[in-house]
């Protein structure tokens, strides 16, 4: 009888596993077919609805999974789908939820650059922009996107037209140097 009822645990335990891969499976299965036909054809508009179930299926899973290597990736995409559909807040939301979440990740420097961005571009917020541009600088350093947040915090605030000029300020100065 023991052994009997170690058998049904086993088969139990077997069939909920195998339950839990499917479910994780089909919903994979789910994102990838919205992403093909969402983003397959970039000469459409976005569809605003399917849009939204990607973002929540993509949230879902990492939530379901948030051990696994999709989790964070999708997460990041959820995000990026969010502020293209100008959901700015709901995508730094979960920006902030990925750098609380997975600390210390690789990817939290891209986050906080596109943080930055976000709050520079989409938000008129300079100020939040600087904050996570330094953050960025201070935390990675030897990162790739650390001399983008740079250049970008050195030229917060200026104007296209503050930006030609310097541009053509350099370019004199060099003209000047070649020429002597």
């Not at 919903?27 to 939204?52: C, G, Q, V, Y």
């Not at 740079?150 to 030609?164: E, F, P």
Request: overall charge negative; charged content about 35%; proline content about 2%.
């Amino acid at each position: 009888m023991r052994n009997l009822n170690l058998i049904l645990i086993a088969a139990v335990a077997v069939m909920i596993l195998g339950s839990c891969t499917s479910d994780q499976e089909t919903l994979k299965d789910e994102i990838d077919e919205i992403e093909s036909n969402l983003f397959d054809n970039p000469k459409e508009t976005m569809d605003k609805d399917s849009a939204r179930i990607l973002v929540d299926k993509y949230v879902k899973y990492a939530e379901k999974n948030p051990e696994d290597s999709l989790a964070l990736d999708y997460m990041f995409k959820a995000a990026r789908v969010e502020v293209a559909l100008g959901n700015y807040k709901d995508g730094l939301d979960l920006l902030n939820q990925i750098e609380e979440d997975y600390e210390g990740a690789d990817e939290i420097a891209r986050i906080l650059l596109l943080k930055g961005i976000i709050f520079e571009d989409n938000l008129d917020n300079p100020e939040k922009a600087a904050e996570n541009y330094r953050k960025l600088i201070e935390k990675y350093p030897d990162n790739e996107y650390a001399r983008d947040a740079q250049h970008l915090l050195d030229n917060l605030g200026k104007s296209l037209q503050d930006l030609i000029d310097e541009f053509e300020k350099k370019n004199e100065g060099a003209d000047t140097a070649s020429v002597s």
